[in-house]
């Protein structure tokens, strides 16, 4: 029996034989065909055909090329093994700031998120981001151990206009921090008094702040102990968003409601 990875190999070693291999594993196609969509030369799209018949992978009658039920497992697989690596490198500058070991989906769920880090030209990228997410929705969730003044005075402007809805879980230190600042107590209250947001004081420990737009974007942010977020990673993965909702809703059930008045002067 051949070694398994002497025909990865020979797969790998020609993207032209990936190419056609993953093109006929969706659906058969000609010669004339492969080669204008594939845009490959007729002698080299000859050898390749032939090379992957030999393999078994695909099969030829006359002009027309199909996959073999082999060589669409292998088309599959080999599909997975390259968003695999899509993932790893999207991700793989950022990963230390991801809690992966808190999280409940794979991490290929985010090999299209969008990513957002501070730069040397633009330290303020993530909040900027943050802040043109929060006026582009309806609904807005989120749960978080840190405050970060830009984002809560968006807050409070959308909130107080009407044109928020805001559910927001915070921790017990987090409101204590708040209830002893003025400005952010201030805020938070003009926000419950609107009626249009509601925050609940959750007396357990979070490490990584999550947010949820019209339930349809999932915000993960990691924000250091200065209030500066290091990235912010934002999917409209369905998983991962039902995962971030039930996260904060779980916390929520076990927190308790923040009233205006019970805000300390």
């Not at 030999?54 to 002009?63: D, L, P, R």
């Not at 993530?126 to 405050?147: M, Y």
């Not at 005075?153 to 959308?158: G, I, P, W």
Request: aromatic share 6%; with cysteine.
């Amino acid at each position: 029996m051949t070694d398994p990875l002497d025909q990865i190999q020979y797969l790998v070693m020609s993207k032209n034989r990936v190419r056609v291999l993953e093109y006929l594993s969706e659906a058969p196609a000609d010669r004339e065909e492969l080669s204008e969509q594939l845009d490959i030369p007729r002698s080299t799209l000859s050898r390749v055909l032939t090379g992957l018949e030999a393999q078994n992978w695909i099969s030829q009658h006359g002009s027309d090329c199909n996959s073999t039920p082999l060589g669409a497992v292998l088309a599959d697989e080999f599909t997975s093994l390259k968003e695999a690596v899509e993932t790893m490198q999207h991700l793989e500058d950022v990963i230390d700031y991801l809690p992966v070991d808190e999280t409940d989906f794979e991490l290929n769920r985010l090999r299209d998120a969008t990513i957002t880090t501070p730069t040397q030209t633009d330290p303020g990228a993530p909040v900027r981001r943050a802040r043109e997410l929060l006026h582009e929705a309806n609904e807005f969730r989120f749960l978080t151990n840190t405050v970060v003044s830009p984002l809560v005075e968006t807050l409070r402007e959308q909130t107080v206009q009407g044109e928020l809805t805001l559910v927001g879980v915070i921790t017990g230190d987090l409101l204590d921090a708040v209830s002893d600042s003025p400005e952010f107590r201030e805020r938070t209250r003009e926000m419950i008094e609107s009626g249009s947001a509601e925050f609940y004081r959750y007396d357990g420990s979070v490490s990584q702040t999550l947010g949820v737009a019209d339930e349809t974007v999932a915000v993960i942010t990691q924000i250091d102990r200065d209030g500066n977020q290091r990235a912010q990673f934002e999917t409209d993965d369905r998983y991962v968003c039902s995962w971030v909702v039930s996260t904060i809703e779980e916390h929520r059930r076990e927190a308790e409601q923040i009233r205006a008045n019970t805000l300390a002067e």
